[in-house]
């Protein structure tokens, strides 16, 4: 499965010579394309911002241009679960770039799931949002929200009794927690009605700012 980047990375794709990201923009990128290179790559990045399953998040990012504002590369995968090679990818790129990884997605369990199978896969990732913290925060409109279904609710008892990453995050267990006693789950698209950009030019510059990331 490929990821979609855009932002201060180059490498040497064999065949095809040097590849910039940051001008040939949403470069679809699979891990084979980064190991035929041998592995050199290079950014002046301080930040790879990691966009789990939402493509709406991904596009406002990348349309508005936050990584030539804020020095980033900006990571979209569509896997529903994140593949083997989808999570070796990014490990490899935060290993030798030497990067954090900060991680958006919708704020419902199964994104809390994708993080931890990241961590348990060797790519240690810290949580920037959407987050029910932030949810409540800015005050968003109850039909922004979507209630959780059963198995939504599974799954989040299932993460906060048995999942060892998980368990080893305390912040990330009180999020959890406030989604269970919600039972609402947020889409990152429904940031939109606080401004079309409102993501890119108000939330997400906010938290770089105040490095807002669990």
């Known amino acids: 499965m490929a990821v979609f980047i855009a932002g201060n990375l180059r490498f040497c794709q064999y065949g095809r010579g040097m590849v910039d990201c940051a001008n040939a923009r949403g470069r679809e990128v699979t891990l084979h394309d980064v190991d035929s290179s041998g592995g050199d790559m290079t950014s002046n990045a301080e930040y790879i911002i990691l966009v789990v399953g939402s493509y709406g998040a991904y596009f406002r990012l990348t349309k508005d241009e936050v990584d030539r504002r804020f020095p980033c590369i900006i990571v979209y995968t569509p896997d529903p679960v994140p593949e083997e090679d989808t999570i070796s990818l990014v490990r490899k790129m935060k290993e030798q770039l030497d990067l954090p990884v900060l991680a958006i997605a919708d704020s419902n369990p199964q994104s ?10 060797g790519c240690d990732i810290k949580w920037l949002g959407l987050r029910p913290s932030d949810v409540v925060a800015l005050k968003m409109h109850r039909r922004c929200m979507r209630p959780m279904n059963s198995k939504d609710l599974k799954l989040a008892q299932r993460l906060l009794e048995k999942d060892a990453v998980v368990k080893q995050r305390p912040q990330w267990v009180e999020e959890l927690k406030k989604m269970v ?12 009605p606080l401004g079309r950009s409102f993501l890119s030019n108000v939330y997400f510059p906010d938290k770089m700012v105040a490095q807002d990331w669990i």
Do not use: M
Request: charged content about 25%; cysteine-free; glycine content about 4%.
């Open 112 to 121: 809390v799931k994708n993080f931890s199978l990241f961590v348990a896969g």
């Open 181 to 192: 006693e919600t039972r609402s789950k947020v889409e990152v698209d429904a940031l939109s």
